[in-house]
């Protein structure tokens, strides 16, 4: 479209773009219908304050397509739901609930039918908006005054200049045979802008260039790191107005959260009175026997070696030559600063009061950290049993073994 | 301009002939600038119950829900029972529109307008207790099926998932239909208008509506499809509602009556509602001569139909807890009739099933106080039918050791009443701004609507 033609149309004066005649009664204007009808015209329409019964076949309208569109609206709500469901609840995101089957159609038809209504619903709406070609904010009628009253109580016929059957002189004859209470000629339209006011378009730039901005920022933010704590709008109950264990509280004198227990307290079960079986002390002088509560039998013998195989062997090896897979991994790193597990086989160990290598596996020694936490007392003084027969199978002479059995050992 | 004591819709409306004094009837209650004193009167009370709401709501919210007196186990409590009052009082409005069309009940056309749009402001006031009641109000999000970071999906097999589904399908088609029955009527308003303002506000949402036949046939076909697509919703919303209790395991609850039940006891509230704001509306906006006495006397034998059924139901429940033989369903009704809920179950009774029965008086169903308060007293015994079912079934199931008794708090009542606030406002404003009555549908069934073939 060249811009040169249009001042020069709206000079002119305005063509007709139709003739309107007014009537007064539904009865009336269904009679004209069925004449202009009969005319064979066919760019005509009737406007009626309401849905005048009768009116379709008078006028020869044909049925609209709209339930069409709604038919094609509910299938797609109806495959939606059934999509939406198996694929949340059956793939996607399997989850038991009181045992029920996660694809069972009876749980599903209430979603089901309630998608093909909405969208159904929805497009019956858009549909007869887009078939009627609204929203529509401008039409020549707009500038006859009496048209003001189709809403209220008269009835309209036009027939449109661009009918080829229309005739200026002859149209309105036939208009007026239909008993018209007035007939006036609509010109086009010449009043309304054809542009948008300025500051509307100037205002929906604005808007359009705004709504733009948070998509923006969650782009932006999708794609970046941030150190700042995420908006913490709704707070959950994660901040909680109260000391936790090693905050500062300057209410007490030792500015600490913590109450330290009083000297002297014991907690319940806690009462470790027995040096020799907690400590492995006897008097000053570490333990050379094993306490009391540990049987020295086979049962505390295989305890021991299972305890062994848990906790030991990863740095001393199966047979506590300090051989383990972490020892060898380090050696084959090379890195140096490796302290290589002690040979539990060593004559200074075997040596060793059985009340001093329960404090090593107690409370540590050099690298070695405490597994006080992770082993149980009388575990600990399992596992230093079964030490004792790995250290006595490493000294071990021919002398040993039983006579019988010195033969097989050849 | 002063408020004035009397009543500006008091005078016959103008117009030379039917149609313009219908649209002079309907529209001079949105061009008067001043509306009745009762309006004021009214909306400000509305308003002391809006504030009172938000501010209950907002405690709750501060506080959690811990504000209100659901506790086990009765868990449900207040917040339940009044979703299921507003949720069932939201559906006269559609049947009205919708079932009354396709079966051709004409008289429809004087009442539909309003009673859809006090069914949108029942829905509006039902969805904020479910959404309370979920504890995170600022969540509710979790229930639809949105891709989020966690990879979790709703959970489809749950009646409380489909109830989300009903209440949101049933609000969005209830105003689409509401919205497309008044675009005629906007376009009436904003043909009359004499401020810029009015002008273009209601010819926007008019959509440039000129009352073509070509448009009135696709219009009328939309309408027609919408009616068909709304009634078996209207039919859907409460069964799924009553799914949320006949599916779980409690006595009282877990009976297929439930569907039918629920959704003639929700025509059953929405009717009592209906009349409840028909008969005020008409007398102050001088719509007498549009809601004429005939329209009470047949809302009232809706209402007399729907009541004799929830009594059936009643009565039908006790039989079938007797005839079942399970201790425990038997034990659940007679603690209905005769426990510590007696008080609130004969007040059921009293309003449901024996104060309509004044109804088979034409005397009074076609006396518009009477009809009001009937319809006042189906309200309360709706609301306290809900109450029941709820409260009693909940308070004392299987184990006696884990028995309770609901106590509301004070932010409980604030909520129930608040919720009538938003009501009425929204209602009130309705009644000054849109247009009451369906004009193009009263024109078309009036007696001058009709063409009588040619002359």
Redesign the interface.
């Known amino acids: 479209m060249s811009d040169e033609h249009k001042p020069a149309v709206k000079a002119g004066p305005a063509p007709v773009h139709g003739l309107l005649a007014e009537y007064?009664?539904?009865?009336?204007?269904?009679?004209a219908?069925?004449e202009i009808r009969k005319a064979g015209f066919t760019k005509w329409?009737?406007?009626?304050?309401?849905?005048?019964?009768?009116?379709?076949e008078a006028?020869g309208?044909k049925?609209?397509i709209?339930?069409w569109f709604?038919l094609c609206a509910g299938l797609i709500g109806l495959a939606t739901a059934i999509t939406?469901?198996w694929w949340?609840?059956a793939y996607?995101?399997k989850?038991i609930?009181?045992g029920?089957p996660f694809w069972?159609i009876p749980?599903?038809v209430?979603?089901m039918?309630?998608?093909t209504?909405?969208l159904?619903?929805?497009t019956?709406?858009v549909?007869?908006?887009l078939?009627?070609n609204?929203?529509?904010?401008?039409?020549p009628?707009d500038q006859v005054r009496r048209?003001?009253?189709?809403?209220?109580?008269k009835f309209f016929l036009m027939i449109e200049a661009s009918d080829p059957k229309f005739d200026d002189v002859e149209t309105r004859q036939l208009l007026e045979s239909t008993h018209a209470l007035a007939i006036e000629a609509v010109l086009e339209d010449r009043v309304t802008e054809e542009k948008l006011p300025t500051g509307l378009v100037y205002g929906l730039i604005i808007v359009a260039v705004a709504s733009v901005v948070p998509f923006a920022l969650a782009a932006k933010a999708r794609y970046t790191k941030s150190d700042s704590p995420r908006i913490h709008?709704?707070q959950?109950m994660d901040s909680q107005p109260k000391y936790k264990a090693q905050r500062e509280n300057s209410f007490f004198a030792d500015n600490r959260a913590t109450r330290p227990a009083i000297d002297g307290t014991v907690a319940v079960g806690d009462a470790r009175d027995d040096d020799k079986f907690y400590k492995g002390k006897d008097g000053a002088a570490w333990a050379r026997t094993f306490p009391s509560q540990i049987a020295l039998n086979e049962a505390t013998m295989d305890r021991g070696r299972q305890r062994f195989g848990i906790y030991c062997t990863p740095c001393h090896g199966q047979i506590g030559l300090g051989d383990g897979m972490v020892a060898k991994r380090a050696d084959s790193l090379a890195q140096g600063t490796w302290i290589p597990p002690t040979n539990m086989t060593q004559e200074y160990l075997r040596q060793m009061a059985v009340g001093e290598l329960f404090n090593s596996i107690s409370n540590g020694v050099r690298n070695m950290p405490s597994y006080a936490a992770q082993i149980k007392t009388e575990d600990r003084w399992a596992i230093i049993m079964y030490v004792r027969a790995l250290q006595r199978s490493r000294s071990g002479s021919v002398n040993d073994v039983p006579p019988d059995a010195r033969a097989s050992l050849k | 301009m002063a408020i004035s004591d009397v009543n500006p819709y008091e005078a016959p409306p103008a117009?030379?002939?039917m149609?313009?004094r219908i649209?002079d009837n309907v529209s001079r209650i949105a061009e008067t600038p001043t509306p009745p004193r009762a309006w004021y009167i009214a909306f400000g009370f509305a308003q002391l119950l809006l504030v009172m709401f938000m501010g209950s709501l907002g405690y709750v919210i501060w506080n959690g829900i811990g504000a209100w007196g659901n506790m086990m186990p009765v868990a449900w409590g207040f917040p339940i029972v009044n979703f299921v009052f507003w949720i069932g009082i939201g559906h006269a409005g559609t049947l009205i529109s919708a079932v009354l069309f396709l079966f051709r009940q004409n008289w429809r056309t004087a009442i539909n307008r309003f009673a859809e749009a006090m069914t949108i402001f029942a829905v509006v006031c039902a969805g904020i207790f479910p959404g309370m009641h979920i504890g995170?109000p600022?969540l509710p999000y979790y229930m639809f099926?949105i891709p989020n970071q966690m990879?979790?999906?709703?959970?489809?097999?749950?009646?409380l998932?489909?109830d989300v589904?009903?209440v949101s399908?049933y609000a969005?088609?209830s105003i689409?239909?509401w919205?497309?029955g008044m675009i005629?009527d906007f376009?009436?308003f904003?043909?009359?208008a004499t401020t810029t303002v009015r002008r273009v506000a209601y010819?926007i949402v008019a959509?440039?509506?000129?009352?073509?036949?070509?448009?009135?046939?696709?219009?009328?076909?939309?309408y027609l499809?919408?009616a068909a697509?709304?009634t078996?919703?209207v039919l859907?919303v409460h069964s799924?509602v009553s799914?949320d209790f006949a599916t779980a395991q409690l006595p009282g609850w877990h009976t297929t009556i439930f569907p039918p039940y629920f959704v003639a006891g929700a025509i059953f509230g929405g009717f009592a509602m209906v009349v409840t704001l028909a008969v005020p509306a008409r007398q102050f906006f001088g719509l007498k001569r549009i809601i004429t006495i005939r329209h009470l006397e047949l809302m009232n034998k809706v209402i007399m139909a729907t009541g004799l059924i929830v009594g059936y139901a009643y009565g039908m429940e006790f039989f079938v807890a007797y005839y079942s033989g399970n201790k425990y369903e038997v034990f659940t009704f007679v603690n209905r009739a005769f426990g510590p809920y007696a008080w609130a179950y004969w007040t059921m009774i009293t309003c449901n099933v024996l104060l309509p029965q004044l109804h088979w008086l034409p005397k009074f169903r076609t006396n518009p106080w009477c009809t009001l308060a009937i319809g006042l007293v189906v309200n309360v015994g709706m609301w306290f039918e809900r109450f029941v079912i709820i409260c009693t079934s909940l308070s004392r199931d299987f184990l006696p050791s884990s028995w309770g008794y609901f106590i509301p708090t004070p932010v409980d009542l604030m909520t129930l009443g608040g919720s009538f606030g938003l009501f009425f406002t929204l209602f009130l404003l309705f009644c000054r701004y849109l247009p009451m009555v369906a004009?193009?549908?009263v024109?078309?069934f009036s007696p001058?609507?009709?063409?009588?073939?040619?002359?």
């Open positions: 007064d009664t539904p009865s009336q204007i269904l009679h219908a069925k329409d009737t406007y009626t304050p309401f849905a005048v019964h009768g009116i379709d006028m309208i049925m609209t709209l339930p709604t939406l469901q949340t609840n996607d995101y989850w609930i009181s029920k069972s749980a599903n209430p979603i039918f309630e998608l209504v909405l159904s619903a929805i019956t709406l549909g007869m908006l078939l009627n609204l929203p529509h904010p401008s039409h009628l048209f003001a009253r189709v809403t209220d109580d709008l709704i959950d | 117009g030379a002939n149609f313009a649209t995170r600022w099926p990879n979790m999906w709703p959970q489809f097999r749950s009646p998932e489909w589904f009903a399908t969005t088609v689409l239909f919205y497309m005629p376009a009436t904003r043909d009359r010819g959509m440039g509506w000129r009352g073509s036949s070509r448009q009135w046939h696709v219009y009328e076909r939309a499809i919408l697509l709304a078996p919703l859907s799924v799914f004009m193009a549908e024109k078309a001058a609507g009709h063409a009588h073939g040619d002359h």
